[in-house]
């Protein structure tokens, strides 16, 4: 899988992470700093994993503003 490919697939599970359950949305939070951590992105995965925990705090406006940091950042990548 290309860089570019990698990226799209980022972006794309980000978007996804707006419906669903909130295991499910934390999964693909998951998979998303996986993801930067496989393409060397150590900050933004760290950024994920800080979204995923404000998720699970009940804390909504920061799990949104951090989805929307990665979704600028990772679009930066390309």
């Known amino acids: 899988m290309t860089e570019a490919t ?4 980022l972006l794309a599970t980000l978007n996804a992470a707006e419906v669903g359950s909130l295991e499910a949305i934390a999964d693909k939070m998951r998979q998303v700093e ?3 951590v496989s393409l060397g992105q150590a900050d933004l995965a760290e950024a994920a994993g ?3 925990a ?3 705090h009940g804390e909504v406006a920061e799990f949104r503003r951090a989805r929307a940091f990665l979704q600028s950042k990772i679009g930066h990548l390309r």
């Open 6 to 9: 990698s990226i799209d697939l």
């Open 34 to 36: 996986q993801g930067l």
């Open 50 to 52: 800080a979204a995923v």
């Open 54 to 56: 404000a998720l699970r």
